[in-house]
């Protein structure tokens, strides 16, 4: 039922924020650039979307359980 539905949503909710989470830890640990409309992100943006996207990740993954 809606329930079910629910935790589908957070559990995919959950897989994506984790790999942006790991996307944005890759950039960091192999100095990707990120370049949005020719402005260069800097680390530090990443640094912030680890934390969030993990957070986020982890909130969604308890409703999923």
Do not use: C, T
Request: aromatic content about 10%; charged content about 15%.
């Amino acid at each position: 039922g809606e329930i079910m539905k629910q935790k589908q949503v957070a559990k995919i909710s959950a897989i994506v924020f984790v790999v942006i989470a790991i996307l944005h830890l890759i950039r960091v640990v192999l100095g990707w650039p990120a370049i949005i409309a020719d402005f260069q992100l800097p680390v530090s943006v990443s640094l912030i979307a680890i934390v969030v996207a993990g957070y986020i990740a982890y909130e969604n993954w308890k409703v999923a359980r």
